[in-house]
Structure formats: structure tokens, C-alpha cells
């Protein structure tokens, strides 16, 4: 080996290894508290421009196949009844569709609890559009690979993700509404 090879060599083993043995500039990171929400990088496996082509299990009545309402912008929502955002999901969806009406928005809220009885009253609190479905088996879920509740989806008119939000943010719903109307255009 030539010596000018060598001398390479050598300096970059020096740098590598200097950069492996820096010092830190300052403290570590403070860990998060124990009761910290975990957020994911993204809530789903899909994502923006995918098109979603799923089959949702409802409360009431046989499932219903999301290529079904292509044509009208979709709200997909996986929650838990649970959450303390389940009450204001029925509004801001019966204010959606007031909005925009049934014919171009339709809604599919999905529980993923397993005991039916908690889902009461709110089912009876739904407009023309707003569908309930029941996934207390999660296969749905797994098949979007739900990482965080709720999640939301909106689907343009052509079954395509145009806006995707989960967990908790207090500017989730604005958010939400914002891609809704984005969606239904002018």
C-alpha cells in the first residue's frame, strides 16, 4: 500500500472514530413523563393520494363497502367511544353535514369498543349520512394499521386520502373541517 493510501486510511479512521467519541454540547434530552401520549409518525399505513377500498362493519344493517360513496367527499373515523372526543365528533360531523348535506358528504364513524351498550345515546343523534360502524374485533383497524385514536380521514369524491389526522389536537377538528370543505370545492 502506497504511503499516501495509508495517510487516507488513517485519517479517516481518526475522523471516523472522533466522531463516534465527541463529546456532548449539553444535557440529554429530559425523557417524556410516564403518562405522556405516545404519537406516532403517522396514524395509518396509507397515506395522501392512496385510494382507500375498504368494507366497514356498521352497528345496524349489512356492511358498507366505501367504494359505495365515491362521488360524495368521506370522513372515515376509527374512535373509541371511550375518548373524551366522542361527543364532539357527533357534533362536528351533524354541523358538517348540515353544512354541506348528505348528498355530498357522507360520514362513517367507527367504534372500535367492544361492549356494544357504550355506545348509546349518541347513535340516536346522527343526521342523514352520518353512518355507525362497530369494529369491536379491530379487523379494521389492523387492516389500516391504526396507530393512534382517534384517527380521521377524509376521502375526495375519487375514494383518494386527501387529509389524514390522529390522535389528540385540540386543532384536529378545524384541521378536519378545513379538508372536508377543500375537498367539496367551491
Given amino acids: 500500500m502506497s504511503r499516501p493510501s495509508r495517510v487516507l486510511r488513517l485519517a479517516a479512521l481518526v475522523a471516523s472514530t ?3 467519541t465527541r463529546p ?3 444535557p440529554p434530552p429530559e425523557p417524556p413523563p410516564p403518562d405522556a401520549p405516545v404519537l406516532p409518525d ?5 397515506a395522501a393520494g392512496e385510494v382507500l377500498d375498504l368494507t366497514v362493519p356498521l352497528l345496524a344493517g349489512p356492511a358498507l363497502p366505501l367504494p359505495s360513496l365515491r362521488g360524495r367527499v368521506v370522513v372515515l373515523e376509527l374512535t373509541s367511544a371511550a375518548l373524551p372526543s366522542w361527543p364532539a365528533s357527533f357534533a362536528l360531523y351533524n354541523d358538517l353535514l348540515r353544512e354541506h348535506g348528505a348528498a355530498r358528504l357522507a360520514v362513517v364513524l367507527v367504534a372500535l369498543d367492544h361492549d356494544r351498550s357504550i355506545l348509546s345515546p349518541e347513535p340516536d343523534l346522527r343526521l342523514h349520512g352520518f353512518e355507525l360502524g362497530w369494529d369491536p374485533q379491530g379487523a379494521l383497524a389492523a387492516r389500516l394499521q391504526l396507530a393512534a385514536l382517534p384517527t380521521a ?7 383518494r386520502i386527501v387529509h389524514v389526522a390522529g390522535g389528540p389536537a385540540p386543532e384536529a377538528s378545524r384541521g378536519l373541517a378545513d379538508a372536508v370543505r377543500a375537498a367539496l370545492g367551491p
Avoid: E, K, N, S
Fill in 42 to 46: 403517522a396514524p395509518i399505513r396509507h
Fill in 24 to 26: 456532548q454540547t449539553g
Fill in 18 to 20: 472522533a466522531a463516534c
Fill in 153 to 159: 380521514l377524509v376521502l375526495g369524491r375519487d375514494g
